[in-house]
């Protein structure tokens, strides 16, 4: 090694040392006389004295050195003298007095600074990635990474789960985005997709006797660059057989609650995490991904306002919709203006309107309803939203689904308003009972919840001929600060259950046949009960290092478009390669 030691690692246990330190330069201040280096490798920075009395030859070589230079000092460590010790740094009791200095490669002046956080354009640190990754918020990103996924695979290990790795190339998978299609240069006309998830193969490993299956798999999904998303990602991806569904929730209940004990400073909430069926999550909070980390849960006045004048209300009741409502403690004292920007906010939401009712903190009370309801019918739904004088109470009146789902992201807006979201707790709760299809107006047909492999609940296998809407399935999401962060279920295991569910959804058996005739085909061979999970990785990671979004803890990521800046991709392919692949591009449209 060109080092003996670590930067990072130098201590005054080591002084009198002749120790030999290389990386990069972090910054050099020149006091016209003795030079001062600080010298960064992954593990840290120590500081490094030229002086030209003692080394003239190393003072020169510190002379001409530059930020990011790559050198190699070797020397003698000290004891700094009183007034140059520096508590902020690890080593900043002692310093590395530099006998020899070597220039091992010097550097161009950087598009931005390295050795502090000063926020730069992204595209700019996507494009010099591998400078990005120097700076040390970086660096501990991708470590801590390194360290959570490390710790999976140990945990998994000592449970008795094999790692295998499936294929890239592959065919089409359920997951219900878009594929990567990837041209078949020996096979005309024939494309290979990416995987959306190791699904079929992990299902098949099953069949194939493994048991316990577990893998960090890259995942590819073609959708639109909407919200916080990569094309490609990384889950942990597992599979086991003869298990229900609570053995899976135990056990990576148990691999979170590890990796946020051993490899984070984090603390849990609630241990163990809370378990909300669907229902009751989309009920109390109007989302199936609920943040726990506050109250604030919705009320269903729909008993009383039903019986009131004010038609909206009635009229939805009396069409078996839902009045939901939102108690915001505190901003009963909102001016109009500012509760008419939450009324277009509803509206951008799906809601026809939202009804609010501001409790003045004085008894004067302000509201777009209120005149048309009796003292007594007032007092009943103050009372009902627990409304104390001050706070502000929010209305909508629609399908259970629309008004849930409106007052959901009014209660987020507000939890962020009300600055109850940033808090430093993980907030982890399971959510079961999903309905297995949801119903598709366009297509007419039901579409899987969450894949076309989620078994029914035992007792609500009779419902896929009578009243699959009620159906339950068997998946369960583990979701953390209102973040999805994993998901999965039980599969179905026998075939007539799977063409059941393959005719609800619309595919004929030809299609499936095409499309999915292995899996039908290998789970006619003695097919285990089976169920498994996939957690995501970056999301994961992203969410224990406090980071705002998946780019800060993917080393290499995508921006929102799906741009690669640093490489260029997607680039134009060669002529020959597309006639090699037998392709012809179309001019797209223009506009
Ligand atoms: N393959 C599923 C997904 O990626 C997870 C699972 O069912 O195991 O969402």
């Known amino acids: 090694m060109l080092k003996t030691h670590h930067a990072g690692d130098l201590r005054k246990e080591h002084v009198g040392q002749q120790v030999a330190v290389a990386g990069w330069v972090n910054r050099r201040r020149d006091h016209g006389g003795l030079i001062f280096i600080d010298l960064r490798d992954r593990s840290g920075i120590v500081q490094v004295l030229a002086n030209p009395d003692a080394a003239p030859e190393a003072h020169s070589r510190a002379e001409e050195a530059r930020s990011e230079y790559v050198i190699r000092v070797q020397g003698e460590v000290q004891l700094r003298p009183e007034g140059r010790l ?81 294929p890239i190339l592959f065919k089409t998978t359920p997951e219900g985005a878009r594929d990567y299609l990837v041209p078949s240069r020996i096979h005309p006309g024939k494309f290979y997709a990416l995987p959306q998830s190791p699904q079929q193969l992990k299902q098949l490993l099953m069949v194939a006797g493994y048991e316990k299956y577990f893998q960090i798999a890259r995942c590819f999904r073609d959708e639109d660059q909407r919200g916080d998303r990569q094309p490609e990602f990384t889950q942990l991806d597992l599979e086991m057989s003869f298990v229900e569904r609570e053995d899976v929730m135990a056990l990576i209940e148990a691999l979170v609650i590890g990796i946020v004990d051993n490899c984070t400073e984090r603390k849990l909430l609630v241990k163990p995490f809370p378990c909300l069926r669907w229902e009751e ?39 078996e919709g839902r009045v939901v409502g939102l108690r915001v ?114 297509r ?20 896929l001929d009578t009243d699959p809407g009620s159906a339950r399935g068997l998946q369960y999401d583990l979701v953390c600060n209102g973040e999805e962060v994993a998901g999965g279920s039980i599969r179905i295991h026998q ?87 037998h392709i012809r591009l179309v001019k797209p449209a223009a506009g």
């Open 86 to 166: 520096n508590p902020e740094l690890p080593t900043g009791e002692i310093e590395v007095v530099a006998s020899e200095i070597t220039i091992l490669n010097p550097a161009k002046t950087p598009p931005f600074y390295i050795y502090d956080d000063t926020p730069v354009d992204e595209s700019l640190r996507l494009k010099y990635r591998y400078l990005d990754l120097r700076r040390q918020r970086m660096q501990s990103n991708i470590i801590l990474r390194h360290r959570v996924i490390k710790y999976i695979r140990d945990f998994l290990d000592e449970r008795g789960f094999i790692e295998v790795e499936t």
């Open 281 to 319: 999550a989309m009920a109390r909070f109007g989302t199936d991904r609920p943040d726990l980390r506050f109250g604030m849960e919705l009320a269903d006045v729909s008993d009383l306002a039903g019986e009131t004048e004010f038609a909206v209300f009635r009229d939805v009741v009396a069409a």
């Open 329 to 442: 403690p505190g901003c009963g004292s909102y001016p109009r203006a500012q509760i008419d920007k939450l009324v277009d906010m509803a509206r951008d939401e799906g809601a026809k309107g939202l009804a609010w009712l501001a409790l003045g903190e004085d008894g004067k009370d302000r509201s777009s309803f209120a005149k048309f309801l009796s003292e007594d019918q007032l007092a009943k739904l103050v009372a009902r939203m627990d409304g104390q004088p001050g706070d502000l109470l929010l209305f909508v009146a629609d399908r259970a689904r629309v008004a849930r789902a409106v007052l959901g992201s009014m209660r987020l807006e507000f939890g962020d308003r009300l600055g109850l979201r940033g808090g430093d707790e993980l907030s982890y709760c399971w959510v079961i009972d999903f309905p297995l299809f949801e119903w598709d107006e366009e």
């Open 444 to 463: 007419s047909a039901w579409d899987p919840s969450h894949h076309l492999f989620t078994s029914p609940a035992a007792e609500d296998v009779e419902l």
């Open 495 to 581: 075939r007539q259950v799977q063409e059941k569910v393959f005719e609800l959804i619309g595919l004929d058996l030809e299609t499936a046949r095409e499309r999915f005739g292995h899996m039908l085909e290998a789970f006619e061979f003695g097919t285990p009960p089976h169920g498994g999970i996939a957690a995501g990785i970056d999301r994961f990671v992203m969410l224990l290092a406090r980071e705002p979004n998946i780019r800060e803890v993917i080393a290499f990521p995508k921006t929102q478009q799906a741009l690669d800046l640093m490489a260029g991709a997607p680039s134009e392919a060669e002529p020959e390669q597309l006639q090699e692949l």
